[in-house]
């Protein structure tokens, strides 16, 4: 956890990233992980105990912080918006690469948009039981698994073609899709959720804003490699 150790010296790093994922899994903020690793670093300060021998192992130690109400993945649903969009941009410029480089049109089938509703679908249920993935072991990557191959099934299978576009029209509808995806992001994408210190220091590192400037150009990032890779194959 970047800036863990600066703002929270007498904490051992490695257990005070274990109890900032274990708390961010059972939907913890980040003000309150820094109020919960403050209260730590201060016992651990004055009595010299390690963070392990006052509390214990740090992923029981996050099943006695009070967490939130789980809110419906449904709630998710507004942030995915511009994900979804893009997602669909993305699927849809490997489907005109493809056609172009064969000098056809672009079938937009019935199973394409079925694909794009069930890799969202999905999306959503898998932020929604992160402890799953991270904790299920082998049951997660089943789950990941079972979704990937359905996903696969359903996106190759015949299906009755709802739109023929020319290249050159499919690939300004993924130019609008893109640039949508990206202005969206940046109207209504949240601020991070840093963990923070009761004083207002946080633990933010350069690589944090990196990753934050570039998540909303992600879609855009992939749709540029994937075609890049269509095209050398």
């Not at 820094?34 to 670093?41: F, I, P």
């Not at 855009?220 to 994937?226: K, M, N, R, S």
Request: aromatic share 6%; net charge negative.
């Amino acid at each position: 956890m970047s800036g863990s150790s600066d703002l929270f010296p007498s904490l051992d790093a490695d257990w005070a990233q274990e109890l900032t994922i274990e708390l961010r899994i059972r939907g913890v903020d980040g003000a309150a992980i820094g109020e919960v690793l403050a209260t730590a670093e201060t016992h651990c300060r004055d009595s010299g105990e390690s963070a392990l021998d006052a509390f214990g192992p740090a992923r029981e130690y996050a099943q006695t912080v009070p967490t939130p109400a789980r809110g419906s993945t449904l709630s998710d649903v507004p942030l995915a918006v511009p994900a979804a969009i893009g997602l669909a941009g993305m699927l849809l410029s490997f489907r005109t690469v493809d056609a172009w480089q064969a000098g056809t049109h672009v079938a937009l089938t019935l199973g394409a948009v079925l694909t794009w509703i069930a890799v969202l679908g999905a999306t959503l249920v898998l932020v929604g039981h992160l402890e799953l993935l991270v904790r299920g072991r082998w049951r997660g990557w089943v789950v990941m698994l079972g979704l990937s191959a359905a996903i696969g099934i359903l996106g190759l299978a015949p299906t009755p073609t709802l739109l023929d576009l020319a290249p050159g029209t499919a690939a300004a509808l993924v130019a609008v899709l893109l640039a949508t995806s990206v202005g969206l992001s940046y109207r209504i994408t949240p601020e991070p959720d840093v963990v923070r210190h009761p004083l207002g220091a946080v633990t933010r590192s350069p690589a944090d804003a990196v990753v934050a400037g570039l998540t909303p150009w992600l879609f855009v990032i992939l749709t540029l490699v994937g075609s890049g890779v269509f095209l050398i194959v």
